[in-house]
């Protein structure tokens, strides 16, 4: 390794109440769960790297979500200033990955070409698509592209040493996951590749799905990409914040 390793940091702002058969393909349980909602910073001595932005207040309680706090307070209680964040990753364009990057004036945005492609293609008038998407989102990623402040990853891409973006699509067309270099050994951040641990651990696709074999697709992806399966930090399993390790009220670590 020639660069130092990254913690991984897992930051709460929202949650709420769900069941199993929303959530799980297959499920007739409807059992009660819970689901978190994260944002994630990478940080180590030289570079700073946040994964996804989280929604809103304002957008998140217009869809029933119960607000924590905004993403940035969060990131604040780890010493992060949004305003001096130069890389974002996005995951994917759901409303809960991809509002408030107001707060990031400084940053380069990375998404899939993929991802670009579809929600801003034919298919979004379908309401399968469009109800996980706030337009004004994917018309902020639009300007960004315009004013260079986009990078359009085809596959994988380096964003700084130890961090890599990788196209696995499955849960929308061109979702990407993000390994990282931790001390612990290679781990994945699989954001909506996994909401939850059991999609993983028991290849149990989620509900919301853009194409089913390639969801599957995407957990063989992660399973080679991690150096060994704890490694792997699902995108809204409130788990997360029992199985890493604990840094402050909702915030928790990994590497
Ligand atoms: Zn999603």
Known sequence: M????????????????????????GDYHDTPMKMAYFVWALVSDQHTVVVDLGFTEEVGTGRGREFMRCPSVGLAEL?????????????????????????????????????????????????????????????????????????????????????????????????????????????????????????IEKDVPFMVLHDLPGMYDSFERMRELADKPELIVPGHDPLVLERLKPVADGIVSLG
Request: aromatic fraction near 12%; hydrophobic fraction near 35%.
């Open 2 to 25: 020639t660069h130092s390793p990254y913690t991984i940091y897992a930051v709460q702002y929202a949650r709420r109440e769900t069941t199993s058969t929303e959530l799980f393909y």
């Open 79 to 199: 010493g992060i200033d949004c305003a001096s964040v130069s890389h974002v990753v996005v995951s994917h364009m759901h409303y809960d990955h991809v509002g408030n990057y107001d707060l990031f004036p400084n940053a380069t945005f990375y998404l899939q070409e993929d991802e670009m492609r579809f929600y801003t293609g034919k298919y979004v008038r379908h309401a399968a698509f469009r109800r996980s998407i706030e337009v004004d989102d994917v018309v902020a990623m639009v300007r960004y592209n315009y004013e260079g402040r986009l990078t359009l990853v085809d596959g994988v891409r380096e964003i700084v040493p130890g961090v890599h973006a990788h196209r696995v699509g499955g849960h929308t067309a061109g979702l990407q996951i993000v390994t990282v270099q931790t001390a612990l050994g290679r781990a994945v951040l699989a954001t909506d590749a996994s909401h939850y641990y059991h999609n």
